[in-house]
């Protein structure tokens, strides 16, 4: 038994050491005779060894061709994380140099034994037909077939003999022997209909039936009789197509008008009117003429008089006006009278920002639409600069600093009356103590401001310039 057992180990490792040196012999390029000789050592999975050591040296699959083959550097392999399973990308068809190595690959791979060498005990001699014409020529058989042949009428008739209609399973608890009678089976007539309407049909013999049967009679025997073709088909096809308001009217029954979703409310979009409305809320005037009282405190009222009499003072002798000055500020001392007031008042600074210069470039931001539109309207430009002198006089606190869009049309309008309080040339627009020019008229109808009340508000500044 030991010597048997050694001798079987020696010829598996003889054989293995045989299939070996033929992918090893194939792995290069080899005549035909070469190749029959290692072919009948190889099995289906080491010719696929071969197959992919010549694709590792960069030739051509089939081992009679000598032409190379282009390794694409490519990811070889994909994850499919979902799934969790592993991909290659690379085709077999890749490793080939053309199509006909690919099928010449194939029909020897189907020639050869699945089982390896050293399973099937020993070598058998066999010539392999390395032509790939037979395998492409039944592909071309195999695909292009688009009719069927039948068989013959008898052998149809003798194997539906044996056709079984009806059965049931029977149950567990049953005899196994027990079975449908054939008193039974012509009792139920739809089953007896139907096998005397497949006879008649295959044997050609016209057999009883109903109305219902004799519409596919011409069909079935059409096809028996190999006489239908395609045409008819789809000519068939045509005549029994719909017209669109037919096949609207099924899709519109197949679904209730109860389940419809309800379509969507649509909203009609505010008109550009109403956000330029001139409606004016209850308490609007109030509201700022407090908030102009908190505005205007004694620093603007000083600086407002200095600057009128500042330029009442323009058209006087240099040496007067000179000599005026230097009287002020011998009564001023150190403190220029004209110094800006912001500077003169303290407020702690936060993150090292002065709180006092924040307040006075968010209310200018907010009034600089406004005044472009007042400016537009006056056909001026040029006195933003002395309109932000003025705002800076003003008391801001963090409750009036922030303005709506209408209020900041009617702050735009005040402090240009404050602006031409001391700038004469500003003082055409306004004809009189209680009447506007006309283009300041226009600005007030497009932002909707009341002047009887434009007028009550200035009072409460101009009462103080007096």
């Known amino acids: 038994m030991i010597k048997e057992e ?58 009679l061709c000598a032409n190379s ?52 005990g020993g070598e058998q001699v066999k010539v392999f037909d390395l032509n790939a014409g037979n395998i492409r020529q039944q592909q071309q058989d195999t695909c292009g077939r688009s009719t069927f042949e039948f068989k013959e009428d008898e052998q149809l008739v003798t194997l539906l003999e044996n056709l079984k209609i009806g059965d049931s399973a029977e149950s567990d608890n049953e005899d196994n022997d027990d079975k449908i009678s054939t008193d039974e089976e012509k009792k139920d007539q739809a089953h007896e209909e139907f096998y005397n309407l497949c006879c008649s049909y295959l044997t050609m013999r016209p057999a009883v039936s109903n109305t219902e049967e004799t519409i596919f009679v011409p069909t079935i025997k059409g096809i028996v009789e190999g006489t239908v073709t ?39 979009a505010k008109s550009l009117s109403s956000q330029l ?88 931001d907010l009034l600089k639409p406004s005044w472009r539109l007042l400016e537009e309207k006056l056909n001026i430009n040029g006195y933003g600069q002395q309109a932000l002198e003025i705002v800076s006089t003003f008391h801001l606190s963090a409750a009036n600093v922030i303005l709506e869009r209408k209020t900041c049309d009617l702050a735009v309008a005040v402090i240009f009356r404050l602006l031409a309080y001391y700038d004469r040339s500003l003082m055409d627009f306004y004809p009189s103590g209680s009447a506007v020019s006309s283009k300041i008229m226009q600005y007030f109808e497009q932002t909707g401001c009341d002047v009887k009340c434009y007028f009550e508000i200035l009072s409460t500044v101009m009462n103080k310039l007096e």
């Not at 090893?24 to 005549?31: H, I, K, N, Y």
């Not at 669109?244 to 649509?266: F, G, M, S, T, W």
């Not at 011998?330 to 090292?352: H, T, V, W």
């Open 277 to 364: 409305s001139h409606k004016v809320p209850e308490n609007f005037y109030e509201g700022f003429k407090k908030t102009l009282s908190e505005w205007c405190g004694p620093e603007t009222i000083s600086y407002l008089q200095y600057r009128r009499r500042m330029d009442l003072s323009d058209g006087e002798d240099e040496v007067v006006t000179e000599a005026r000055s230097i009287t002020a500020q011998l009564y001023a001392g150190d403190n220029f009278i004209n110094k800006r007031i912001e500077r003169d008042m303290f407020l702690p600074s936060i993150d090292n920002l002065d709180q006092t210069k924040q307040r006075i470039w968010i209310l200018a």
């Open 69 to 120: 083959v282009e390794v694409k550097n490519s990811q070889k392999y994909r994850i499919d994380l979902k799934n969790k399973k592993v991909f290659e990308r690379s085709a077999e068809i890749d490793k080939f140099c053309s199509q006909e190595c690919f099928f010449r690959s194939a029909s020897v791979r189907t020639q050869l034994d699945t089982e390896p060498l050293w399973i099937r």
């Open 230 to 268: 395609e045409k008819e088909i789809e000519t068939d096809k045509k005549h029994k197509q719909l017209s669109q308001n037919e096949k609207l009217a099924c899709i519109r029954n197949k679904y209730h008008p109860n389940k419809l979703r309800r379509p969507p409310k649509i909203i009609k």
């Open 6 to 63: 050694e001798d079987r180990l020696a010829k598996e490792q003889r054989l293995r050491k045989a299939v070996y040196n033929a992918i090893v012999t194939l792995s290069e390029c080899v005549v035909e005779a070469t190749l029959q000789k290692m072919l009948n050592s190889l099995d289906q999975n080491s010719w696929m060894e071969v197959i992919e050591e010549r694709y590792l040296g960069r030739m051509c699959g089939f081992p």
